[in-house]
């Protein structure tokens, strides 16, 4: 009668092997997912910044900061007209909790009590609409939170030139046309006052 011990080790000798034999059979998936392309909306925009930080909102009508959002904050500058945005989103939804322009107004100021902390006002598009809202942002170091205000400001002081560039030059621009249309005006005065007498003169002739 043979060994049930050896019986065992044979059952699992075969088991074995056939769990290491390749049968070559394929199983196909149930359900097949295609690859998505998936837009940011940032494809046109060159990163100057990204940073892990902690955003807060104030609440005008509690009169107290709420957090707003904990994640990676963007200084984005786009491409053709070098206008640059700031861009926050959540870590996890990845969903958008600060998104504005800076500008030429754009102010940052520290916290007070934390060098960890800046201040600024800004008119945000979070929420699909303008609203003028007050943030508050942490760093987790005091290096990161200056790197983040000296280029804002570094930024919004460009954005001022930027501008009054662009005042200047439309000032010029209207001083042509102003000049342009002074100079038509005499000249089309100055033809009428050629042809005037060559018709009086026509009139005396066919009396």
Same mark, same amino acid.
């Given at each position: 009668?043979?060994?049930?011990?050896?019986?065992?080790?044979?059952? !699992?000798?075969?088991?074995?092997?056939?769990? !290491?034999?390749?049968? *070559?059979?394929?199983?196909?998936?149930?359900?097949?997912?295609?690859? $998505?392309?998936?837009?940011?909306?940032?494809?046109?925009?060159?990163?100057?910044?990204?940073?892990?930080?902690? /955003?807060?909102? +104030?609440?005008?009508? *509690?009169?107290?900061?709420?957090? &707003?959002?904990?994640?990676?904050?963007?200084?984005?500058?786009?491409? !053709?007209?070098?206008?640059?945005?700031? $861009?926050?989103?959540?870590?996890?939804? #990845?969903?958008?909790?600060?998104?504005? #322009?800076?500008?030429?107004?754009?102010?940052?100021?520290?916290?007070?009590?934390?060098?960890? =902390?800046?201040?600024?006002?800004?008119?945000?598009?979070?929420?699909?609409?303008?609203?003028?809202?007050? +943030?508050?942002? &942490? +760093?987790? =170091?005091? !290096?990161?939170? @200056?790197? +983040?205000?000296?280029?804002?400001?570094?930024?919004?002081?460009?954005?001022?030139?930027?501008?009054? @560039?662009? =005042?200047?030059?439309?000032?010029?621009?209207?001083? /042509?046309?102003?000049?342009?249309?002074?100079?038509?005006?005499?000249?089309?005065?100055?033809?009428?006052? $050629?042809?005037?007498?060559?018709?009086?003169?026509?009139?005396?002739?066919?009396?």
């Amino acid at each position: 009668m043979a060994d049930p011990a050896e019986h065992r080790e044979e059952e !699992e000798e075969a088991a074995a092997a056939g769990e !290491e034999e390749d049968t *070559g059979a394929q199983i196909a998936p149930i359900v097949k997912l295609e690859e $998505v392309a998936i837009t940011t909306g940032e494809e046109d925009e060159d990163v100057l910044l990204d940073m892990k930080a902690k /955003l807060y909102r +104030f609440d005008k009508d *509690g009169g107290q900061w709420k957090e &707003r959002g904990t994640g990676a904050v963007k200084l984005l500058k786009h491409k !053709e007209t070098a206008k640059v945005r700031l $861009v926050m989103r959540q870590a996890k939804t #990845l969903k958008i909790c600060a998104n504005h #322009l800076v500008v030429a107004t754009t102010k940052m100021q520290e916290h007070a009590g934390s060098d960890k =902390s800046c201040v600024w006002h800004a008119l945000d598009f979070a929420d699909c609409e303008l609203k003028e809202e007050m +943030f508050a942002i &942490r +760093f987790g =170091s005091v !290096e990161n939170c @200056k790197k +983040f205000k000296d280029l804002v400001d570094e930024i919004a002081e460009q954005q001022g030139k930027n501008e009054e @560039k662009e =005042s200047e030059e439309v000032s010029s621009a209207a001083e /042509l046309v102003e000049k342009l249309t002074v100079v038509e005006v005499k000249k089309e005065e100055q033809t009428e006052k $050629v042809e005037t007498p060559a018709v009086d003169d026509k009139k005396d002739a066919e009396k």
